[in-house]
């Protein structure tokens, strides 16, 4: 068997698993801890139980970006099923409604996801791990409350139809869609599903989904759990942060000053949030603009 290290020897960075259905995130984060010999995991972009696909797991240092490294934009593959309404928005749910979907045609379906495109305010699942009064909408929802969150903005820059099936079930007329999304983070891919529905007057919830791109990192960099038991493949700290930041390689008197955090007058970043890397092109940290300066968001050393 392939030796571990460990929590000293861990090497910092990411490690992009295809989770697969029926793991919870922390689950997976659970055995990548054990894998790696390090307590120092964590992941980036929650995927719920029934969902597979890019999950990213932070290994040391690495943990500190996770936050930064979520919010970006990320791609999925999924499929809506009209005809059908459920509690969670999704095929784990108990069915609320069996409208069904007899006669909606393709130009009706068309005309009802333009309206998703682009930026919209969006109500979150009922059935999420948002708070209300510190306790998870989940559990009041579980719990036989009523639950009204707050709708957030968010960016579908992506939402198409590649595939549809008519199927008689139950004797009503359900359709199954297979669609390709691209949005911004925070997105509730099931609630497009359920949107979709209210605006076709069918009902509608997600029956799959599979995220296939988080930021720059794609499913075919990803490697199953069964890979990982053999060997983790860790995307170096340096290598993740170049290819998810702008970057910037600083002088000795700035490096000094980022190690201990401080501002850095009169520095105009290339982008708002940057990678601040040194001269022996080792990275320092994250910084943000603030006027005509660069405050730290994230020291790394």
Request: hydrophobic letters at 45%.
């Amino acid at each position: 068997m392939t030796s571990r290290p460990n929590a000293n020897q861990a090497q910092s960075g990411v490690l992009i698993i295809d989770k697969p259905a029926g793991w919870t995130s922390h689950q997976v984060v659970a055995k990548v801890r054990r894998l790696a010999g390090s307590r120092k995991v964590g992941h980036a972009g929650t995927l719920d139980p029934m969902a597979t696909g890019v999950l990213m797991i932070g290994i040391g240092k690495a943990t500190r970006l996770l936050g930064y490294l979520a919010l970006t934009e990320k791609a999925y593959q999924a499929t809506i099923r009209l005809g059908v309404s459920t509690v969670s928005d999704d095929a784990e749910g108990a069915v609320t409604g069996m409208a069904g979907a007899q006669g909606v045609t393709d130009d009706q379906i068309e005309t009802a996801l333009a309206g998703l495109r682009g930026e919209l305010m969006q109500v979150p699942s009922a059935v999420s791990a948002i708070k209300i009064d510190g306790v998870r909408s989940y559990a009041k929802v579980r719990s036989g409350q009523d639950v009204a969150l707050a709708p957030r903005q968010v960016t579908i820059s992506r939402l198409e139809v590649v595939g549809r099936r008519d199927v008689q079930a139950d004797s009503i007329t359900i359709i199954d869609l297979d669609v390709l999304v691209e949005c911004s983070s925070g997105t509730y891919v099931r609630a497009l599903a359920r949107d979709l529905g209210t605006i076709l007057r069918t009902g509608g919830h997600l029956t799959a989904l599979r995220r296939t791109r988080v930021g720059s990192f794609i499913l075919d960099e990803a490697q199953t759990l069964e890979d990982a038991e053999r060997a983790l493949r860790i995307v170096p700290l340096e290598e993740v942060v170049r290819s998810s930041f702008a970057t910037l390689t600083v002088t000795e008197t700035q490096a000094n000053y980022i190690r201990h955090g401080r501002r850095l007058v009169g520095l105009i970043l290339p982008d708002y949030t940057t990678a601040l890397f040194d001269s022996a092109d080792h990275f320092l940290a994250l910084y943000r603009q603030e006027g005509s300066d660069a405050v730290a968001e994230a020291v790394l050393v």
